[in-house]
């Protein structure tokens, strides 16, 4: 039951109440509108008075449509605003500006090829930054509206049913409200994280970039200053997890991330201020959570790369506008892209694990060796109806060839490619051991060799790998794009890992390296080396597989492994070296029998110390720890 109060103390209770709403509106008022005092006080009697009194219906249609008795007016004329009266000749002026600019540039004796130039770099300037703010608008209505309504807005499907989705892609919205929600407030943690964890590693880079003896972290000066991440937040477009096809201590998802926003990263190169702004980002990323254990946290680690390569770009601002000028701005989008293909995209990962005792223990058992499900090889049989590139009086020809990738690795037939024919027959055989099928697609580019200068290309076109896993075997004629015409004619076989052994009766197999670590390595000089190691199986591989340099240290830690394909088991062998990236000496190397692994069970060992020889006169004690696995296909 309510208790009806006193007169007296009902008017103390709603004047302190009328304060409090009173402070808390001044309080919020960049959030909200401003509302007088009277209005609240009015308001909040209202609101005390709707609780006493009926509910009346005609009450409120009267009160809405009464005219207030003292209403506010104001007048204003263009004469009371001199700025209105002056925006009308702006336009005048800033083109008679642009008049007396061409004038005087003549009457210096500038040529006119000068103003061509100017008006060149001012109008790519223009371009760019027109195209970035474009995208970064897009991504902030995205984060407004639903991207239902962006879609059928943009392509003008008014029709589209509700249900039209990816069947096989979760759409997670309820993260991207969290990120929204979040993100003004992981501010200050992205910015600590950017100075203790993101700077030292670019000015690692830098060390190991070193050209004749000069530092490039010294002469550069790299300081990161500030991170602002802006209000646009970051989305996940979906999320696949596989269920199939996957090892039991792992779990295996696709995280499509996308990000177009007005985040600003400010650095300083040589006491210069530059900023990199309007970031457009786009890509599929590949998580792997292993080892997954018995014990809490139940979760070991996790592996993180790219399946493809992702989609950037971004503008540059400050003393950086310098890398806008087309040429510059290349190169700097060049090396980012190295460094984003060499790091991250498939088969190039990050790993990392928690340090616990229960993962060290697993570690030790050899679960970070790379395991690869099967093989895939593909046959390029044929070409039909290419374009003509080298083209004459007489008609037209190519001597086209085909380079192949999945991911990073990449397999090119440029040395076989076929004289003067638009119709050839290749019949070229390549191989691609592969962890993980789903998500990864097979890209294939034809190009035309031309003694002397760059080849011409002649088309490209992909095909989901999945469509030869389901099968086994999958012939299919692939139509060539970003041309007038042509077609490939391509073969597919996948050949799962199969659980017997290699043995001394086997005629192929994959062998899978895991380089742990070295010690004890010297270049004979003061400053210790920066050590890579280099693998190769058998003679067939013509690049060997190279880690990231590590140091300077003379005990680096690497942690990374890759997996080869061997036609002649019983002939091949592991052949691993540590070169210094700086000087290219060889600070040791190691050669171990692919029967050797034959001979052990389960075609395995794990976490073993081996001597390296041919380094350093007088160097004897120097190891690399290695794990390493033979399978069959």
Known sequence: MFRRKSKQKKSVEENSDVTEVHSMETVSDSEENEIPAENVTDSMRKKSKS???????????????????????????????????????????????????????????????????????????ITTKGSAG??????????????????????????????????????VEWINVIMKKIWPNIGQISKLVAKKLVEPKINEILKRLALKGVNLETVSNFKLKDLILGSVPARVGGIKVYDRNTGRDEIVMDIEIIYGGDARVKFSVQKMD???????????????????????????????????????????????????????????????????????????????????????????????????QGVLTILIREGRDLVKKDKHLMGGKSDPYVVLNIGETKISFVDQYVDSDVNPVWN?????????????ALNLEVFDFDSGSDDDFMGRSSINIESFVET????HWLTLEDTKHGSVLVKGVWSPISPSGVSMSSTRCIASVYIDSCSNLSNGKSSPPFPKCEIRVGSQQKK??????????????????????????????????????????????????????????????????WRLEGGVVGQTDATVTLSAKLHSY
């Open 134 to 171: 474009s995208k970064t608008e897009m991504s902030a209505k995205c984060t407004r509206v639903h991207e239902k309504e962006i879609f059928k807005d943009s392509i003008g499907l008014e029709s589209l049913p509700s249900w039209v989705t990816f069947p096989d892609v979760e759409k």
């Open 544 to 609: 060997p597989f190279s880690t990231k340099p590590r140091g300077p240290n003379e005990n680096p830690v690497f942690q990374e492994g890759h997996y080869f394909l061997s036609q002649t088991p019983t002939n091949d062998t592991i052949n691993i070296q540590v070169v210094d990236h700086k000087s290219g000496s060889m600070l040791g190397k190691v050669s171990i029998k692919l029967t050797y692994l034959m001979q052990l069970p389960d075609n395995h060992f794990s976490n073993m110390e």
């Open 472 to 475: 086994g075997s999958y012939e």
């Open 428 to 440: 070229y055989v390549a191989e691609f051991p592969i962890e993980e099928p789903s998500g990864l």
């Open 51 to 125: 609780v006493e009194e009926p509910f009346i219906a005609s009450d409120i249609i009267k009160e809405l449509f009464t005219i207030p008795v003292s209403p506010e007016v104001s007048v204003t004329t263009e004469l009371t605003d001199p700025a209105s009266v002056f925006s009308h000749c702006i336009p005048t002026v800033i083109k008679v500006s642009e008049w007396t600019a061409i004038f005087l540039l003549g009457y210096l004796g500038f040529s006119y090829a000068w103003i061509i130039c100017l008006a060149l770099a001012f109008h790519t300037y």
């Open 274 to 372: 530059c900023e990199i702004n309007q970031v457009n980002f786009r890509a599929t990323a590949r998580l792997v959570i292993k080892p997954l254990m018995d014990v809490l946290p139940l979760i070991g680690g996790l592996e993180f790369y790219f399946i493809s390569m992702p989609s950037l770009d971004y503008n540059l601002g400050g003393m950086a506008n310098v890398g806008e000028i087309p040429g510059i701005s290349n190169m700097i989008r060049g090396v980012l892209d190295s460094i984003i293909r060499k790091g991250f995209v498939w088969p190039n990962r990050f790993n990392f694990f928690l340090p616990l005792e229960s993962v060290a223990h697993l570690h030790k058992q050899g679960f970070a060796l790379p395991s690869p």
